[in-house]
């Protein structure tokens, strides 16, 4: 599939009338790297560190992560990486840690709950990056942020373990972005100045959605049936658009809606201009950006809305065909 897309490589994700969406890709291991060169993504967007953790049976040392991540830097060539720190929890148990029995893993102790609660590991997981960054720029950001105060204090922490590294003289990254993963409902609803301090929002989509409909993204019975193209979800989303876009501040959208076409096509639309999905899907969703019309989508999608359309995917995909 790969080489079909190889003639649009290097070409930019612009659609017909003119708007470029930038394009980045996930990764999580070592073995995705290469995929940054042969699907032409322009960076990392999202880099799941906990995948790391959890090939592993222990906990890594700090001196194995800063190899790690400058190993990874190095393969980045200079394109950006966006580090996630540790999202454990939930669907992600790490086989040497005691796994707390919750009755609602989603909804319970994980990512950076744990990461505030017992910072231990983040703090070494921090360190760890910043040595690695070594001179280069760094870009960290947390998973599933619910209020501004928990983006605060993970920043906090940020800044301690900078002081902390400039005492030890280790040389510090040549620039640090600091951002938070949007994936629950709370944090689009946060005071304006979250949007203002942020450094960068990634919106998780495949969270922000189980949350949203009620709906868990493992359980193939409910899973489906709300669409992603709902227009309430839509709505949501707009709102986010809008508030990092009165803050100046960079969004992105990095669930796997992200690397569906017509879903990618309809973010783009509604005003995301940064996506980030599996390298595979980069082919695919530039192709079909290239040939739309970015302003007749936005008009498919608010006639779709003011008729009272449920979702505005029976009326982009008519659209689509009528265009061939
Ligand atoms: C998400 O929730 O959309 C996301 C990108 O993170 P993960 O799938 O790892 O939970
Ligand atoms: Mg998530």
């Not at 993504?41 to 790690?68: D, H, I, Y």
């Not at 501004?148 to 040549?174: C, S």
Request: one cysteine or more; proline letters at 6%; hydrophobic letters at 40%.
């Amino acid at each position: 599939a790969q080489q079909r897309y190889a003639s649009i490589r290097d070409k930019p994700a612009e659609t017909l009338d003119g708007v470029s969406i930038s394009l980045l890709m996930n990764a999580g291991l070592m073995a995705d790297l290469p995929s940054l060169d042969d699907s032409g993504a322009e960076g990392v967007g999202l880099f799941r560190t906990e995948l790391q953790f959890l090939v592993r049976n222990k906990m890594p040392k700090r001196s194995e992560l800063v190899a790690l991540y400058d190993r990874v830097l190095d393969a980045a060539h200079g394109k950006r990486v966006v580090f996630r720190t540790l999202d454990i929890g939930s669907d992600k148990v790490l086989p040497y840690m005691k796994p707390n029995d919750e009755p609602n893993p989603a909804l319970g102790w994980r990512a950076i709950r744990v990461g505030l609660d017992k910072p231990g590991v983040m703090r070494m997981q921090l360190q760890a990056l910043l040595r690695a960054a070594n001179g280069r720029p760094l870009s960290v950001m947390f998973p599933f942020v619910a209020q501004f105060e928990e983006y605060r204090a993970a920043r906090a922490e940020v800044d301690k373990t900078i002081a902390r590294e400039e005492r030890l003289g280790h040389t510090l990254p040549e620039s640090i972005e600091i951002g938070a993963m949007l994936e629950t409902p709370s944090l689009a609803f946060a005071p304006q100045k979250f949007f203002d301090e942020v450094g960068f929002v990634s919106i998780g989509g495949n969270d922000l959605k189980q949350f949203f409909f009620a709906a868990d993204r493992e359980n193939e019975r409910v899973r489906r049936r709300y669409d992603t193209l709902n227009v309430s979800f839509l709505s949501l989303l707009e709102q986010i658009v809008e508030r990092c876009d009165r803050s100046g501040t960079p969004l992105s959208f990095c669930g796997e809606d992200a690397g569906r076409p017509v879903e990618a096509l309809c973010l783009a639309a509604i005003g995301l201009r940064t996506l980030s999905m599996r390298p595979a899907s980069i082919g695919p969703v530039k192709s079909l950006l290239r040939r739309t019309n970015l302003g007749e989508v936005r008009k498919i999608i608010f006639d779709a809305r003011h008729r009272g359309d449920q979702s505005v995917r029976p009326a982009v995909m008519e659209y689509l065909r009528s265009i061939g």
